[in-house]
């Protein structure tokens, strides 16, 4: 499976961005899809996965409420919609994808990365 990341860019605080991540492959549904972020200085860190069926989702607490992920698995897409942009939001944004059923969290079990896409959020 490969996977290009593209949406990012720079939003105001309080802002909106939808990333998007699309994925090589005939079994794209079979896949849980996560997105996790790197601030400069940090850690990758979970930001929101969901199951191959698109059924479960799951977030953390620093995004819950502001952020969707979603899939469209006839375009073997899977989207960050982030909305009420936080300057502590500003991050390079990974996909990844592992070929598993439910939701995945850990990092250390996805087994495909993509390229990356910078979000910077201004004050």
């Known amino acids: 499976v490969q996977l290009q990341a593209s949406g990012g860019g720079l939003v105001q605080a309080g802002g909106s961005l939808r990333l998007s991540c699309a994925a090589s492959?005939?079994?794209?549904?079979?896949?849980?899809m996560g997105w996790f972020r790197q601030a400069p200085g940090k850690g990758r860190g979970f930001v929101a996965a969901?199951?191959?069926?698109?059924?479960?989702?799951l977030y953390a607490d620093s995004v819950k409420g502001r952020f969707t992920i979603s899939r469209d698995n006839a375009k073997n897409t899977v989207y960050l919609q982030m909305n009420s942009l936080k300057p502590e939001d500003t991050a390079v944004y990974y996909c990844a994808a592992d070929y598993s059923f439910g939701v995945v969290v850990p990092a250390s079990q996805y087994d495909y990365w993509g390229q990356g896409t910078l979000v910077t959020v201004s004050s």
């Open positions: 969901i199951s191959g069926s698109g059924g479960s989702t």
């Open positions: 492959g005939r079994t794209f549904g079979s896949y849980a």
